[in-house]
């Protein structure tokens, strides 16, 4: 893994890509063909980019 992110900045610009990220793969979704995987692959990135923010807040 890469190191660890400690500039204020840095942590905003890689927040920003990942939910960027997120919005590409909800708008790539088609609803008629989602599969329930489709939906749990969905919250686990969510809980992921919480995850970040909480650890760059506990960072301060």
Known sequence: M???IQN???QV???KQR???FM???DAIEPENTELEDIDRLIEMIDDLE???REFKNRD
Do not use: A, C, I
């Open 51 to 53: 995850s970040k923010v």
């Open 8 to 10: 204020k900045d840095n």
């Open 19 to 21: 939910l960027n990220m």
């Open 2 to 4: 890469g190191n660890p």
């Open 13 to 15: 610009v890689f927040l």
């Open 24 to 26: 590409d793969v909800l």
